[in-house]
């Protein structure tokens, strides 16, 4: 349940200008962020739109314990039961920026990066920064990187998918009626059915705790507010290509990149990297359902994170299915 999964974190304060974790009592904003074992060599888990950390959920307990993993999940400004300020400048640079602050909060001293969704954008954000900050001769930042996988998410940007009456409509509502999003159930529930595969059979009681998840703080708006990663990737199409920064960094850790069959958000993302990067080393995977993997095929995902974190599959690229 949403409140169970949230009382195993905290919220620590943030303040967004200075790009640093700071007190509570005097922070602008709180975020979330739930630790489990040692934090020096973690799995930084970024979440996935809308739920955030709570997306995660079911996939953790299929995870090894802390002690063969540890693992770090957190909710950007805006999700879950981080802060959800109205007149935030909701962006995948800022997002950057609350993340690689937490690293440095923690000491995070090396990390794979596991992201779902349009969270991929963040990766790619902190990876271009590091290549920028070597170009003008400073410290390109830490932690090391292990390694980097990838899932369900935004790649490049010709190879976006996404339905108009998703976040193409959401990102263009007006205020007013983003804060009315999401506070009739029903309502919810039709916009929401997109997430999901059509064999998969979605309880009422499921969908009521991601609404949970997400009206947290009143920030059911955050759904409308937070859909503009799709425009800013693409406003951004130089810096931030996935095939650019792969060939940069394929020599020093791995990346995994995979996809669902019935994700309708990018689902031509996979296909893309396969054409582009598959005789490059990428490996690539495929599972079955929609666009909510971490709500479906909880086991098989984190089947494919724990053997990419332990290194079973780099060796290998599969095939298109």
Known sequence: AAESWFAGGERIGYDPKARAIVRARTAPLSVFVRQEGASAHTVSFLPGF????FGWAKVQPQLPNAAEMAKLFFDYIGMGDSDKPKDYAYSTAERADLLEAIWRHLSVRSTTLVAFDFFSLVVLEILRRRLERTGRGEAPGSP??????LFNGGLFTDGHSHPWYTTPVL??????????LGRNFTLFKMMMGVMWSKDYRVTDAEVRELHSALDRHDGSFFTAAGAGFVADHKAQGDRLDFGRLFMAYRDRFPFLVGGSAEDPFEHRQVDLAQQRLGTQGLLIEHLPGGHLTTSEQPGALAALITKFEGGQGKARVSPNP
Do not use: E, H, Q, Y
């Open 144 to 149: 090391d990187i292990r390694g980097v996988f």
């Open 171 to 180: 990102r263009r509502l007006p205020n007013r009626a983003r804060m009315r």
């Open 50 to 53: 809308p739920d955030g950390s």
